[in-house]
T-cell receptor, first 114, second 111 residues
């Protein structure tokens, strides 16, 4: 199967700082990547769809100025949580679509804002 | 909203076959059935997908009813490491459409 690597796997940051999460497709090119957020005991909630070379499409209720997404290449997308606050603490997951095989997921990033 | 419904939880004895049902009565002709699972604090893992024929791989088997309105994921010999939340999702293949996640089934394998 295809491999998607997400980094870091966990991060603790101070309130008001920014955190960048990277998502890489290691053995395939992904024109589209997705970013999800998951709170404890809940299912994955789509935050945004990221297309290589264009602006991300955000789901309703997700602040695009707070969650900055960059998809500069076919193998890398980044999510930056700006001015993080404790309520942004969550499990963030990226996925990349591989044509014909569906979507493959990173291992997730546990963000804790203190 | 998710286009699938699954039981919230199931138990299965270790070594037995685990059969996880999924209803997708509004599935369209070009939508595939995908199964993923998520072990605690990890990203979802792809298991299997199918359109209308039954499928089998090294992880599981997928049985799709003839009318395609429901399917069953079968883990033939469940182990403790198969304890996870299992998600059934319908999606158009060869597309970049996002996955719509339901609540899934929490499968607990008991020794």
């Amino acid at each position: 199967g295809a491999v998607v690597s997400q980094h870091p796997s966990w991060v603790i940051c101070k309130s008001g700082t920014s955190v960048k999460i990277e998502c890489r497709s290691l053995d395939f090119q992904a024109t589209t990547m997705f970013w999800y957020r998951q709170f404890p005991k809940q299912s994955l909630m789509l935050m945004a769809t990221s297309n290589e070379g264009s602006k991300a499409t955000y789901e309703q209720g997700v602040e695009k100025d707070k969650f900055l997404i960059n998809h500069a290449s076919l193998t890398l997308s980044t999510l930056t949580v700006t001015s993080a606050h404790p309520e942004d603490s969550s499990f963030y997951i990226c996925s990349a679509s591989k044509t014909g095989d569906g979507a493959f997921f990173g291992q997730g990033t546990r963000l804790t804002v203190v | 909203d998710a286009k699938t419904t699954q039981p919230p939880s199931m138990d299965c004895a270790e070594g037995r076959a685990a059969n996880l049902p999924c209803n997708h009565s509004t599935i369209s002709g070009n939508e595939y059935v995908y199964w993923y699972r998520q072990i605690h604090s990890q990203g979802p893992q792809y298991i299997i997908h199918g359109l209308k024929n039954n499928e089998t791989n090294e992880m599981a088997s997928l049985i799709i009813t003839e009318d395609r309105k429901s399917s069953t994921l079968i883990l033939p010999h469940a182990t403790l490491r198969d304890t996870a939340v299992y998600y059934c999702i319908v999606r158009v293949a060869d597309s970049n459409y996002q996955l719509i996640w339901g609540a899934g089934t929490k499968l607990i394998i008991k020794p």
